[in-house]
């Protein structure tokens, strides 16, 4: 399984909203600004995590977007199943393969189910609030770089 830059530029979005959000919303600009992602980008990106209900928008000179719940209740795989949808590694792993003969005495789909559980339970164990305590960490310490991701 290889994430989008949807879902990559996406969580780096959602965790630059959570450290700056605390006052007043964010702007789409300065979040491309301090992230070096396209403004048009971040909009389609940010309408997709309104859509799942993760982010609220406010209109007016102030607005711009604030997370929807805190971020200790928003998990990396809230994020990445809104922007990228399934996170199945393997689709016959999850009983829904249409197209997979003997389906029932197929030993390998243990081992499909039990990487799909594993990505699935670790995505969903990370929080928002604890990339958002890391990111300050490393600021800290002088390790935060914009990088462009590939």
């Given at each position: 399984?290889?994430?989008?830059?949807?879902?990559?530029?996406?969580?780096?979005a959602?965790?630059d909203?959570?450290?700056?959000?605390?006052e007043?919303?964010?702007?789409?600009q300065?979040?491309?600004?301090r992230?070096?992602?396209?403004?048009?980008?971040?909009?389609?990106?940010?309408?997709?995590?309104?859509k799942?209900?993760?982010?609220?928008?406010?209109?007016?000179a102030?607005?711009?977007?604030r997370l929807?719940?805190?971020?200790?209740e928003?998990?990396?795989?809230?994020?990445?199943r809104?922007l990228?949808?399934?996170?199945?590694?393997?689709?016959?792993?999850?009983?829904?393969n249409?197209?997979?003969?003997g389906e029932?005495?197929?030993?390998?789909?243990?081992?499909?189910?039990?990487?799909n559980k594993?990505?699935q339970?670790?995505?969903?164990?990370?929080?928002?609030?604890?990339l958002?305590?890391?990111?300050?960490?490393?600021r800290?310490?002088?390790?935060?770089k914009?990088?462009?991701?590939d």
């Amino acid at each position: 399984m290889k994430l989008s830059t949807k879902g990559r530029y996406g969580l780096r979005a959602l965790i630059d909203l959570a450290l700056y959000s605390d006052e007043e919303a964010v702007s789409i600009q300065s979040i491309s600004n301090r992230q070096n992602i396209s403004d048009s980008y971040l909009e389609q990106l940010m309408r997709k995590l309104k859509k799942a209900g993760l982010v609220v928008s406010e209109r007016g000179a102030q607005g711009g977007y604030r997370l929807a719940k805190p971020a200790d209740e928003i998990s990396v795989g809230d994020v990445l199943r809104a922007l990228e949808g399934s996170l199945e590694a393997v689709s016959c792993g999850a009983g829904n393969n249409e197209h997979c003969q003997g389906e029932d005495l197929c030993v390998t789909r243990y081992v499909w189910q039990e990487i799909n559980k594993s990505i699935q339970e670790t995505v969903d164990s990370i929080k928002i609030s604890q990339l958002v305590e890391e990111s300050r960490k490393a600021r800290e310490k002088g390790q935060i770089k914009v990088q462009k991701c590939d």
